[in-house]
């Protein structure tokens, strides 16, 4: 398993995720990437959404394909942070196998942080920021 992500979750395939092919298809990684975003981002980072002042609108998402997953395997999703700006962040998610060991999938994910009403940008505030740090990628750089 990739040490590289601070978050881990698994998320069930379902019956209808399988395609024509017979395996998971290609919309639903991006959906399984939105939803551990998301939970993490309620759950451990503190974003209210329902009534937050700040929102995060996503600008950018690209997935990069490795392998196949087929109904009923369970996908293990890694997350992590690439970069944190002021009022942007970038996700870099792991899509593996049951077993943590088989690559699926790699995902990013840029969420600009703006305001509920005016959307304008406004800077990532406490817990988020700090939660956010906390899942920055401990990547070598030589």
């Known amino acids: 398993m990739d040490t590289d992500y601070g978050h881990w979750e698994t ?11 017979g395996h998971v298809n290609n919309a639903v990684h991006y959906s399984v ?10 759950r451990a980072a503190g974003l209210d959404i329902h009534h937050g002042s700040a929102i995060g609108l996503c600008v950018e998402s690209n997935c990069v394909y490795k392998g196949s997953i087929a109904f009923p395997e369970a996908f293990r999703v890694g997350l992590r942070v690439g970069h944190l700006g002021r009022s942007s962040v970038r996700y870099e998610v792991g899509l593996f196998g049951e ?6 999938a790699e995902g ?28 920055l990628a401990r990547k070598d750089t030589a």
């Open 11 to 21: 998320v069930p395939t379902r019956w209808k995720d399988n395609d024509v092919y």
């Open 33 to 42: 990437m939105d939803t551990v975003i998301n939970t993490w981002l309620i």
């Open 99 to 104: 077993d943590g060991e088989t690559p699926l």
């Open 108 to 135: 990013r994910f840029v969420h600009v942080f703006v305001d509920r009403e005016t959307r304008r940008p406004v800077e990532i505030g406490e817990p988020m920021r700090s939660a956010m740090q906390a899942l």
